[in-house]
């Protein structure tokens, strides 16, 4: 299981980003994905999910409203578009799923967001 992510970068407040993740070496349609965040000296917490058939989401009411995720599993590829940033979205985000019981994290892509 590899899940790369990328995507991040510098953004003014208001504005946005799309994260991608990447992933290889499982079936995607069969699991669900995740997106947590660490921000610095903080706990990493949970920001989205998506079902395996893409039919389901669920969001933190932190960025409810503001952040997308989706998925295209012929591509691989889960997604999260993050709208009206704010400052306090500044952080490493994580792409993650649980594999028979395992948990998998990608290395994390960092978002800024400053003025």
């Known amino acids: 299981v590899r899940l790369v992510e990328s995507g991040g970068g510098l953004v003014q407040p208001g504005e946005s980003l799309r994260l991608s993740c990447a992933a290889s070496?499982?079936?995607?349609?069969?699991?669900?994905m995740n997106w947590y965040r660490q921000a610095p000296g903080k706990e990493r917490e949970f920001v989205a999910l998506?079902?395996?058939?893409?039919?389901?989401?669920h969001y933190a009411d932190s960025v409810k409203g503001r952040f997308t995720i989706t998925r295209d599993n012929a591509k691989n590829t889960v997604y999260l578009q993050m709208r009206n940033l704010k400052f306090e979205d500044t952080a490493v985000y994580y792409c993650?799923?649980?594999?028979?019981?395992?948990?998998?994290w990608g290395q994390g892509t960092q978002v800024t967001v400053s003025s």
């Open positions: 993650q799923t649980v594999r028979l019981g395992a948990i998998y």
């Open positions: 070496g499982f079936t995607l349609s069969s699991a669900v």
């Open positions: 998506i079902s395996s058939a893409g039919g389901s989401t």
